[in-house]
């Protein structure tokens, strides 16, 4: 035995000296000998220690350096490599004998691996997988009808991601988007993916943090490391790990990614159309169309709050033809979007925020540089900023009122430290409010409490300006929901079936959303009615201290027009 592995360790110093031109050449029969399945140690935990181990790590190490070697740009080599085919079967056997190894949660298995390069056994295997459909194609559709290879792959890009192993991590969601091409293969990878969607989402996105960090976002003579937020992106197909993927911090940091690459465009200026940035940014786009039908609150304010309609905008005239189509529809939805989310304070002031800096920097949304429905909703976007903005001024000079004994106060008003949704005069109203209720009722609310109150303020606004339409039903409905004054506001909302119809500024949809985020139980209703060609919809808002805290309301609310 010991000869065996002196001789074992000679063969494997004489594969680590061989150039890389002459890998496959001269040593296809070495693979096909030492890879054999039948070499497959049946246990792993002694596996290590066995020569055959050894001699196929090696093996794969060197396969990895020719196939490298192979798809280097300037290396023109042109081998018969038809023979690496035979490989597969021994290669396949060894990759899921080294991911059973590098995936073990067995302690004994752990033990054994002290003295062992597990990083380096991860990252051949995962180089590997990768690189050999990009050598011979037929490897691809071997690796994307492989089923039953799936679901180790995705365990080895979890442990990859858990244990920071960056290249593996790299090759492997390299692998995953390939094999995301094959749409018969999607829903096999994607139960996989499915299996703790929160780990899932969490990896994946800290993969690209990490992918970004290394700084390996962006290249000017290699293909771009983006497979990770491609990746990323792919997974959002799944409803279930879309809802866990998307969330502020991602939406953050994607947005910022886009920034950056955007400002490396514009610098340049003369990017042709195939340059690989291009695909990066576009990456980035796609994603950003995603979370626009995820949409809530913190997602749309950390759109708004990272400039997306600024960088879009700006970059516009950059933008090669065969993209434009794509940026388009984006730039018009998340126009829609804010326009939509507006009636939330702090999206009203980085709407007018982000239109003030594209204003300052000479961008001008016209006809001529833009297409007529971007510039149609800019013009339509920048005058419901202004309303809007004119209305939080107002707002923001009315006094706060106390949840409890409902009294005005001039200044900073402590709120209840556990939502931030409440606010008090005193200690002692906030522990009679407490005792009232609020104890079963205070979660944490991604709704501030001055996003409530503008909320209030505009619901105010439209109740007063059409208290005619609205006195009856409200007479009617108050009793049939027992509706207290101070728990709930009622506003009108019109829905038009008319082709071309305005939207209306607040709708039952982002009401009903409103209600859902600010946390409380009670039930909303509405009425349908026949009102010049619309429907007229009465809605229940819940906001802080209800349709009494209408403070001094001054005449001029009711002739203020909607935005």
Request: charge should be positive; aromatic fraction near 8%.
């Amino acid at each position: 035995m010991q000869r065996k592995k002196q001789a074992m360790n000679g063969s494997v110093s004489v594969l680590e000296k061989i150039p890389g031109s002459q890998i496959f050449p001269g040593y296809i029969e070495v693979f096909e000998r030492h890879l054999s399945p039948n070499k497959v140690p049946l246990n792993i935990r002694n596996s290590l220690t066995k020569p055959s181990t050894i001699m196929a790590m090696a093996c794969f190490r060197a396969i990895c350096r020719g196939l490298e070697f192979r798809l280097e740009p300037a290396r023109k080599y042109q081998y018969n490599l038809g023979d690496i085919l035979k490989l597969w079967s021994g290669i396949r056997a060894w990759c899921l004998h080294f991911i059973s190894i590098c995936t073990s949660k067995s302690l004994l298995v752990s033990n054994s691996m002290a003295d062992f390069d597990v990083t380096a056994m991860m990252t051949a295997t995962a180089i590997c997988l990768r690189c050999l459909p990009e050598i011979q194609t037929s490897y691809h559709t071997i690796i994307c009808t492989d089923k039953s290879l799936h679901p180790p792959v995705v365990e080895l890009w979890r442990e990859s991601c858990r244990s920071s192993c960056h290249v593996a991590v790299r090759n492997l969601s390299d692998l995953l988007v390939t094999v995301f091409v094959s749409q018969d293969m999607q829903s096999v990878v994607m139960s996989q993916l499915e299996v703790n969607p929160e780990e899932t989402a969490r990896l994946c996105f800290n993969a690209v943090l990490e992918d970004d960090a290394g700084g390996a976002g962006y290249s000017d003579r290699k293909k771009p490391d983006s497979v990770c937020l491609i990746l990323m992106l792919r997974v959002c197909q799944s409803p279930t790990l879309a809802n866990a993927m998307i969330h502020e911090q991602s939406v953050r940091f994607t947005c910022t990614v886009m920034g950056r690459l955007a400002a490396k465009i514009m610098k340049t200026c003369d990017l042709p159309p195939t340059h690989n940035i291009w695909s990066y940014f576009m990456v980035t786009v796609s994603f950003v169309n995603t979370c626009l039908s995820h949409s809530n609150f913190p997602i749309v304010l950390a759109l708004v709050d990272t400039h997306v309609l600024e960088i879009l905008l700006r970059i516009w005239p950059f933008i090669p033809i065969k993209y434009l189509y794509r940026v388009e529809p984006v730039i018009l939805a998340f126009i829609d979007t804010m326009r939509h989310y507006t009636v939330y304070r702090s999206i009203t002031r980085c709407v007018v925020r982000s239109l003030a800096s594209l204003d300052k920097k000479g961008v001008i949304v016209d006809p001529e540089q833009y297409t007529v429905d971007i510039a149609q909703y800019c013009k339509h976007l920048v005058l419901l900023a202004q309303y809007r903005s004119s209305l939080k001024e107002e707002c923001d000079k009315l006094p706060d009122v106390c949840f409890t004994c409902r009294r005005t106060y001039i200044g900073s008003m402590p709120c209840c430290s556990q939502c931030q949704s409440t606010q008090y005069c005193s200690r002692s109203c906030q522990r009679t409010h407490w005792k009232q209720g609020h104890k079963e009722q205070c979660k944490k609310s991604c709704v501030g409490i001055r996003d409530r109150k503008f909320l209030a303020y505009l619901g105010q606004i439209t109740v007063m300006k059409h208290e005619s339409h609205l006195s009856p039903l409200i007479s009617m409905y108050m009793n049939d929901f027992s509706i207290r004054d101070r728990a709930s506001l009622v506003i009108e909302v019109v829905l038009s079936g008319k082709t071309g119809a305005p939207r209306p500024d607040i709708s039952i949809k982002s009401v009903a959303d409103n209600e859902k985020e600010v946390g409380e139980k009670k039930p909303w209703f509405s009425h349908d009615c026949e009102r010049g060609g619309g429907i007229c919809g009465v809605v229940r808002v819940l906001a802080p201290g209800g349709i009494d805290q209408s403070h001094e309301c001054p005449v001029r609310w009711s002739t203020i027009g909607r935005g």
